[in-house]
């Protein structure tokens, strides 16, 4: 079945080690979506690809780094974890279509603990 | 700027009892409306969506939803909830980034707990 997959599911850092979360997809989507998710609130998107295209949200801290080195894959890097890091970081992918009318999907979600 | 509300932050019904949660958007154009279903630990789950025509929508699990323009909601409706359906339930408006690239705007979300 096509998906969306993040690895790992769930990972452990210390404060201030840089930690690399990975996302891949089988639904050949060209755009791809990074959400930080905390305890008990809302996704709140992060950055996202299109195509090659990075697209970050103002209010995203610099720590957070992405990479795509093709259509499949995507990374999320954090250079220095804080405790406030800790969170659900979901991976979501959408089709560029005409129209507008594309879904994004989203994958498991990788849960990170800061100690 | 779009926002989305939903007033409930839990829910409880008994197990086959009929569901409904509520949703309010904020958005100065023609709204892109989905709603989520969330279990603990998982990723988020398409239920269904809104873009345009028939505003009754149907979504998997027997769930539906409703489009009111007049009242700016997209409420989500269940005739009769199932243990399984326990889980956070978030709305969201999908407005334009680049290219056909999307934000969603979820809702702070809506815990439902199911008793038997």
């Known amino acids: 079945d096509a998906m969306v997959i993040q690895n790992p599911r769930y990972q452990v850092t210390q404060f201030g080690k840089p930690v690399t979360l990975s996302c891949s997809q089988t639904?050949?989507?060209?755009?791809m979506y990074w959400y930080q998710q905390k305890s008990s609130q809302a996704p709140k998107l992060l950055f996202h690809?299109?195509?090659?295209?990075?697209?970050n949200e103002a209010d995203t801290p610099d720590n957070f780094q992405s990479r795509r080195p093709n259509t499949s894959f995507c990374f999320l890097d954090i250079r220095s974890p804080g405790l406030g890091d800790a969170a659900m970081y979901l991976c979501?992918?959408?089709?560029?279509?005409?129209?507008?009318?594309?879904?994004?999907?989203f994958g498991p979600g990788t849960r990170l603990l800061v100690l | 700027a779009q926002s989305v509300t939903q007033p409930d932050i839990h829910i409880t019904v008994s197990e086959g009892a009929s569901l409904e949660l509520r949703c309010n958007y904020s958005?100065?154009?023609?709204?892109?409306l989905f709603w989520y279903v969330q279990s603990p630990g998982q990723g988020l789950q398409l239920l269904l969506k809104?873009?345009?025509?028939?505003?009754l929508v149907q979504g998997i699990k027997g769930f539906e939803a409703e489009f009111k323009r007049s009242q700016s909601s997209f409420n989500l409706r269940k005739p009769s909830v199932h243990w399984s359906d326990a889980a956070e339930y978030f709305c969201?408006?999908?407005?334009?980034?680049?290219?056909?690239?999307?934000?969603?705007?979820f809702g702070s979300g809506t815990q439902l707990t199911v008793l038997p």
């Open positions: 979501a992918t959408s089709r560029d279509t005409t129209g507008y009318q594309e879904t994004q999907y």
């Open positions: 639904l050949n989507h060209n755009v």
């Open positions: 690809y299109y195509d090659k295209d990075f697209n």
């Open positions: 958005y100065g154009a023609t709204p892109y």
């Open positions: 809104y873009f345009s025509g028939d505003t």
């Open positions: 969201a408006v999908a407005i334009p980034l680049s290219g056909s690239a999307r934000q969603l705007t």
